[in-house]
């Protein structure tokens, strides 16, 4: 336009612009200031001698966090919510409490997970009781307590047993980067901070009987070959076009097969492979199963056989692989001597979630 006009009332200005760009958010350098900002508070309540030390701290928690909030879509604009802002200057302060450098990346997992969780305010509160007691908890505490959360949370998916058992081996020989914690010390150490509650009525299920349990797909029995039951799962099979490779050879006793799958609700995860043709090359592709499929399956692990003598044999021979691995060796022994029942809290499980994603970047999100 070549003429323009403008009127504006008493006491107001006006603005034009041939072009105007508009930035709305908050970028690496701005979320860097705002983190300085809220540490100048922080820096008012250390002597001069005390400074120096809890600047070089905080610097090292800043160094840990930015790098993985940029990581993380729209993480940085966490850094304009007054909320955010709170808990990161209670993460400040905690890192300025604590020498041990592996905090620095514990409380920017802390944070990272703030963000995730966005609105939901239970898990807003485990994550500002687990940042509160981050300086607090002793080395062998935490790692009791992060190897302690990975029994209760983590589990093989694939359905192959001794891959399962490598799988969970790889797991605990990052987690257990220590000498286990012994006694009662450590327990108690992380009851007076909330950590964890105690029970001294009745004892935790040693690694025996609680991994068969919540892997029963592994030690379940399964189909003896050749017999009258074996038939029927092949017809079965074939009448629901399913594969007979679904019907595997059980590692644990060579005579019976069974479904790969670490428990039978895994079932509903299975999926078939199916070649297709993309711009002319054959390439396999994943294909979920139909309701009647996954009945199908479901229909020949009823066909198990219930022997209780054999499946004993097959938890036998599942810990005798066990025992082969030396970190599920180790955690076993170490397991089987807790004295008392710990149930772990919000803010234990957070805090212990967080560490363990630490020593092992491919672990799933909390829930």
């Given at each position: 336009?070549?003429?323009?006009?403008?009127?504006?009332?008493?006491?107001?200005?006006?603005?034009?612009?041939?072009?105007?760009?508009?930035?709305?958010?908050?970028?690496?350098?701005?979320?860097?200031?705002?983190?300085?900002?809220?540490?100048?508070?922080?820096?008012q309540e250390y002597t001069q001698e005390a400074l120096?030390?809890?600047?070089?701290?905080?610097?090292?928690?800043?160094?840990?966090?930015?790098?993985?909030?940029?990581r993380v879509e729209g993480a940085l604009e966490a850094f304009g919510d007054p909320s955010f802002q709170l808990l990161l200057v209670d993460a400040q302060k905690a890192a300025a409490s604590t020498e041990r450098a592996a905090d620095y990346d514990l409380l920017s997992e802390l944070l990272i997970h703030r963000f995730k969780k966005g609105d939901n305010?239970?898990?807003r509160a485990g994550i500002s009781l687990a940042v509160d007691i981050v300086d607090k908890v002793s080395d062998e505490a935490l790692l009791g307590l992060t190897v302690a959360h990975a029994v209760n949370s983590f589990l093989?998916?694939?359905?192959d047993i001794n891959q399962g058992l490598d799988v969970l081996n790889d797991l605990f020989e990052k987690v257990i980067y220590e000498d286990l914690p012994s006694g009662h010390e450590w327990l108690d150490h992380l009851d007076i901070l909330n950590a964890v509650r105690l029970n001294s009525f009745g004892s935790l299920k040693k690694v025996q009987q609680y991994y068969p349990e919540i892997l029963p797909g592994y030690i379940d029995v399964g189909i003896e070959k050749a017999s009258e039951n074996y038939t029927k799962a092949l017809e079965i099979l074939d009448h629901n076009n399913l594969p007979r490779g679904l019907l595997i050879e059980h590692s644990l006793n060579t005579d019976y097969v069974r479904i790969p799958v670490p428990n039978r609700a895994q079932i509903d995860f299975i999926s078939l492979q199916q070649q297709v043709l993309k711009g002319g090359t054959l390439v396999v592709v994943p294909v979920k199963l139909t309701e009647a499929q996954k009945t199908a399956i479901n229909n020949i692990y009823d066909l198990y056989s219930q022997d209780g003598g054999l499946k004993q044999n097959n938890i036998n021979s599942f810990i005798e692989e066990w025992d082969k691995r030396p970190s599920l060796k180790a955690l076993k022994d170490w397991w089987d001597t807790i004295?008392?029942?710990?149930?772990?809290?919000?803010?234990?499980?957070?805090?212990?979630?967080?560490?363990?994603?630490?020593?092992?970047?491919?672990?799933?999100?909390?829930d």
């Open positions: 336009m070549d003429k323009q006009s403008q009127k504006g009332g008493d006491q107001s200005t006006n603005l034009q612009a041939g072009q105007m760009v508009v930035h709305i958010g908050i970028d690496e350098k701005r979320a860097r200031e705002v983190f300085q900002e809220m540490n100048l508070h922080l820096r120096e030390i809890a600047n070089a701290r905080v610097s090292e928690f800043e160094n840990s966090l930015m790098p993985k909030m940029e305010r239970i898990a093989p998916v694939t359905g004295p008392i029942i710990l149930t772990i809290t919000a803010a234990g499980k957070v805090l212990a979630h967080s560490n363990a994603q630490r020593c092992d970047e491919r672990l799933p999100q909390m």
